[in-house]
């Protein structure tokens, strides 16, 4: 019975097909630059589709596919609550969530901040905890300008070099969660293809993902 992963489009898709490349799985008419969401590996064991990260759990939970794998940043944002189990860390795409600020710029605590990010949920948790209150701005990416052009004091987002912050120049101010690239199956596929899903479990254990 094959099994259908849904892939985190992006980073984690490139690392993870690479690691099943790389593992002996051949997808013929896979190609980084490929426009194609679709793939099965020629020995028909392994179908892959490509999905917006936010909906990796949306097809898993629904059973459109037997496991996903998607950061754990995105879990936590955008599909608390989703009735999937969560089996395994990958330990890539590790990443941490920061409050980040333009270079030098000083942050008044006892003003109302403004904030944009692409993390609300978590955004919003992480500045009630600490009895601040902010505005929140829900952006869908670039998230870095906000502050640059005055849209926000300060932004909420994942680091994982550091670059797209040196870059802009802007500085973290804190860093207070971290996250990797997770696995999350399907209730019913868990136990009705158990042996695929350990197999790939202990494939993907076994490389060392790039
Ligand atoms: C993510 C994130 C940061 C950057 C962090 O953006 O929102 O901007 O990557 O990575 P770094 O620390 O290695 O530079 P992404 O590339 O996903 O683009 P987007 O924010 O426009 O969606
Ligand atoms: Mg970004």
Redesign the pocket.
Known sequence: MALHIALAK??IHKAVMNCLRDSGYDFSTYAEDSRKLIFEDTGKALKVTLVKSPDVAVYVERGAADIGIVGEDVLAEDCAGAAVYEVFDLGIGR?RMAVAAPQGRSIDRSRRLTVGT?YPRLARQYFAAKHHSVDIIKL?????LAPLVGLADVIV???????????NGLEVLVYFMDFSARMICNKVAFKVKYEEIQHLITIIGRKEIQ
Do not use: Q, Y
Not at 140 to 144: C, D
Not at 157 to 167: H, P, Q, R, Y
């Open positions: 992006g980073r990443c692409k869908n990416g670039s998230v870095e987002d994942i680091v994982e070099t550091g670059n797209t912050l040196k870059a």
